[in-house]
């Protein structure tokens, strides 16, 4: 019977409220409608110092609405130029842009930048979020040195959650479709002291039964579920201070991953394996914002804290055989600090941009297998046998730190012309520290019982720097305040690292 990959939402609501005054005007007097807010499609203000140059998609509205864009996996369908790919399992989505490919295997930096309300995700492993409560997504195309503190060749997607304000309000939204698929999401924000103090709630759960029927024991193993929180506290004591306080988690619980096996599996749809297998994915952070801002200067400084893991065990032998399961257990903290200066008087001709970025990142990750049946090793004289059950275990601990000085300026030539110069310093530091171990609890060397078994290599640790230099040029032209030609110049750089799945230190250079 023929299957269909994704759900179909058959049921959507949304719903919102605003605080309104219950007084009576006067007769004699101007009525005034109480506040409406408007969540329009417009650049944030790091990209509003200097918009021109640069080619952007801005997504908003109806696309982002409970029943809309779902999860960091489903941005590749809005975003163009841009594909979006599984490797292991869909919470750990890599992407494709403009011949720039993220690998399979979570080594090396990202070819595409991403931010979360100014939080950076700087590694491989754990951008793939459940999107709610979202505001607008926008899509930086191309290399962006002189705007973000976390750069990228491939370009920047800026994520922006709804903020709390001076206005209750409140958003819901229940999703039903196919495969019993069901979607809950809300959110709740407002003042809590008036102009001064104001808190944002919102909240997504999700589930879905698996379509892949598992033969072998008769069931559907490819279940989904998802549950997301975040909470915003805001403050602003003056007109000119801004501070939020940020606290975000998201945990995963899914099951088997689709394979297919040909000529073991009957389609894509049907499989037979002994073992389902799970992936339990967990994540949480933490981020202080504060800002300060007057006619002439806004300067804005983000710290952020995340912590991501994985478990992951599935079947490797990919059949109805007890022969070997695979495991994965990544996890990795992560800082960053952000600080960015810039002007605010919107009728100057010259508008400018400057930073420093710090972040420190360190994945320590456990990745091998178990085998179920006697392994026989022929790098010895004699046949050497290890009897179940065996582990082979990659250990590795990669931390990845870099420093960055990044400034962009726009000059309003005319009306219409308008010329732009960006620049960013970059240096990186990248370490390794990595191990390969075999053992056995019980093993047999020519025949006869040889007692438990353990074997080391690979062992290797080491360092390695880079620096970049990375300019900008452009220059629009504003043919009409709708329509805008432009043309620009700038250099991409994707900082070296190690490849912990190789033996030896020179080759994971």
């Not at 607008?136 to 060749?153: H, K, S």
């Not at 000059?411 to 530091?429: A, C, H, M, P, S």
Request: with cysteine; charged share 20%; hydrophobic share 35%.
């Amino acid at each position: 019977m023929k299957q269909i990959l994704c759900a179909l939402a058959i049921i959507a609501t949304v719903f919102s409220v605003s605080a309104q005054t219950n007084e009576t005007p006067p007769a004699s007097s101007t009525y005034r409608l109480p506040t409406v807010t408007v969540y329009g499609a417009q650049l944030n203000e790091t990209q509003a110092v200097t918009q021109a140059a640069n080619a952007v998609t801005v997504l908003s509205g109806e696309q982002i609405k409970p029943g809309g864009i779902q999860n960091t996996r489903e941005l590749g369908t809005y975003l163009p130029n841009v594909t979006i790919f599984d490797a292991n399992n869909d919470r750990s989505p890599k992407f494709s842009i403009r011949g720039l490919r993220e690998n399979n295997f979570a080594t090396g930096d990202p070819a595409v930048g991403f931010y979360v309300d100014d939080v950076p995700y700087t590694d491989l492993n754990s951008r793939g979020l459940a999107l709610f409560d979202i505001e607008q997504i926008e899509f930086l195309r191309g290399p962006q040195p002189g705007l973000f503190g976390a750069n990228a060749p491939g370009g920047v997607i800026n994520v922006v959650t709804r903020q709390p304000g001076d206005v209750w309000e409140g958003r819901g939204g229940f999703t039903y479709g196919n495969y019993d698929q069901q979607i809950y999401e809300a959110s709740l924000r407002g003042p809590i002291v008036a102009e001064k103090l104001s808190l944002g709630l919102s909240g997504l759960y999700s589930r879905r039964d698996g379509f892949v029927h598992n033969k072998f024991h008769d069931n559907h193993p490819d279940d989904k579920e998802t549950l997301a929180g975040r909470a915003q506290l805001r403050w602003t004591p003056t007109e000119t201070l801004d501070f939020s306080l940020i606290l975000h988690g998201q945990k995963f619980n899914d099951g088997f991953i689709p394979t297919y096996y040909k000529g073991h599996d009957k389609s894509l749809f049907s499989v037979n394996r002994d073992f389902d297998g799970f992936v339990d994915t967990d994540t949480w952070g933490t981020a202080f914002k504060g800002s300060f801002e007057n006619e002439v200067v806004k300067v804005t400084s983000i710290s952020s804290y995340r912590n991501w893991k994985q478990d992951l065990l599935q079947d490797f032998d990919f059949s109805s055989a007890p022969i070997r399961l695979g495991f994965a257990k990544p996890e990795l903290e992560q800082w960053s600090q952000e600080l960015r200066v810039q002007s605010t008087d919107e009728t100057k001709q010259l508008k400018w941009l400057g930073g420093f970025y710090y972040s420190n990142s360190d994945l320590n990750n456990n990745t091998g297998s178990r085998e179920l049946t006697p392994i026989t090793l022929s790098t010895v004289p004699a046949p050497f046998v290890i009897l179940p059950t065996s582990t082979f275990l990659t250990r590795s601990d990669t931390d990845a730190e870099t420093y960055a000085i990044f400034g962009q300026a726009g000059y309003d030539v005319t009306e219409k012309l308008n010329v732009i110069g960006g620049i960013r310093f970059t240096f990186d530091r990248r370490n390794i520290d990595r191990s390969k171990t075999i053992s056995a609890p019980a093993s047999t060397f020519g025949g006869f019982p040889a007692g438990s078994f353990s074997s080391t290599n690979g062992v290797y640790s080491a360092s390695e720097d880079f620096t970049d230099i990375s300019p900008k040029i452009g220059i629009s032209y504003h043919c009409t305040p709708e329509f805008e030609t432009y043309a620009s110049i700038s250099r991409g750089y994707q900082s070296g690292g190690f490849n912990v799945s190789n033996d030896t230190e020179a080759g994971a250079k």
